[in-house]
């Protein structure tokens, strides 16, 4: 089971996830069925994005997690906005089971822990206008009385860094950037404490993305805000994160403060990843992506997932998991080359 963090550091979380897995199964099309009825070898495809992992995040901690496209990032997101329920494993909010709570307090959970997606174009209602889109949520779930609807967007947008007096525009009206901000707003607008944040800049020009970021600094101060920051930028979770989590096919391979992470990186697949980000220093440098592609996810690779790619592979790589254990203060990665 993958451990990100030990027993006595979980006393105050505010967000754990334990061994919570997560499979997505793909049923037979009618030919499959009929070639399976002729004694074809065709099955159902299941899809392992989340496998057994485990996670704690403290309050106002920003927690950075990282890897490449299709590693199971997003899943793992939506399982701890509480979009997903995990196959297996338990999500637990401040200690407590959520399936354990009442209806009122998993209400008030939801509320809690709110997500902002990736892209800004497709996540808002084209059809609505703002107005709706931001304070729509807050009157179902009494955050605010409907006669303080329009006061409450106001309110939030200015906080973003967005004009009130565009609130009856419609998403198209809008920039990139300001659809991005809209996003942010939507999820601010129910007083969350937590904010699950999946890409939020990738789509954005990096003149915008650092705006945003930004943006992201400040609402942390104001709010006291804790933060899961998913990202395929290493930069970007550098200049944002507390933590670091490193992600290959469904399993966290290595966890470690940031600074701590980027100066000394342990896992195989860190230090490749930690190779690829160009350095002044290094201008002569070829800088290559990680040999070989990310297996299926489908049909994902005995033992050590990282094996078929890793340049320090070892027999016992490709039959036996590594577990995810502690190397140092705060530390931990799930190697085979920590082993005494």
Not at 4 to 24: D, H, I, N, Q, Y
Not at 119 to 133: C, G, K, T
Not at 224 to 234: E, G, N, P, R
């Amino acid at each position: 089971m993958n451990g990100v963090m030990s027993e006595a550091a979980t006393a105050g979380t505010m967000l754990e996830l334990k061994a919570v897995s997560k499979r997505f199964v793909r049923k037979r099309d009618v030919a499959a069925r009929i070639a399976g009825l002729l004694g074809a070898n065709v099955r159902d495809e299941t899809v392992h994005a989340v496998d057994h992992v485990s996670l704690a995040i403290q309050p106002g901690e920003v927690v950075g997690l990282v890897g490449e496209s299709g590693c199971g990032k997003s899943t793992l997101g939506r399982l701890a906005a509480g979009l997903l329920k995990p196959d297996e494993g338990e999500r637990r909010w401040r200690s407590r089971n959520t399936v354990e709570l009442s209806s009122d307090e998993q209400r008030r959970a939801k509320l809690a822990v709110q997500m902002i997606f990736q892209d800004p174009y497709a996540s808002l209602n084209p059809r609505m206008r703002v107005e709706d889109i931001v304070g729509e949520a807050p009157v179902v779930h009494g955050v605010v009385p409907r006669r303080d609807q329009r006061a409450h967007v106001a309110a939030t947008l200015e906080r973003v860094g967005l004009d009130p007096g565009l609130m009856r525009r419609f998403p198209h009206q809008f920039s990139g950037g300001q659809r991005a901000r809209i996003g942010i707003a939507r999820a601010l607008a129910v007083n969350p404490e937590f904010l699950v944040c999946d890409e939020a800049v990738a789509a954005l020009d990096v003149s915008i993305q650092a705006q945003v970021l930004n943006l992201f600094f400040r609402l942390r101060e104001e709010l006291q805000l804790t933060y899961l920051f998913i990202s395929h930028d290493l930069g970007v979770v550098r200049h944002l994160s507390d933590r670091v989590l490193i992600m290959y096919l469904g399993r966290i391979v290595e966890a470690a403060p940031t600074e701590e992470l980027y100066a000394r990186p342990n896992h195989p697949y860190t230090q490749a990843l930690l190779a690829e980000i160009p350095k002044l220093e290094a201008r002569r440098k070829t800088f290559a992506m990680v040999k070989g592609e990310i297996p299926s996810p489908l049909d994902p690779p005995a033992g050590c997932h990282f094996h078929p790619r890793c340049p320090q592979v070892m027999p016992r790589c490709k039959v036996e998991r590594p577990e995810l254990r502690e190397i140092g203060h705060g530390r931990e990665s799930a190697c085979h080359l920590n082993d005494p």
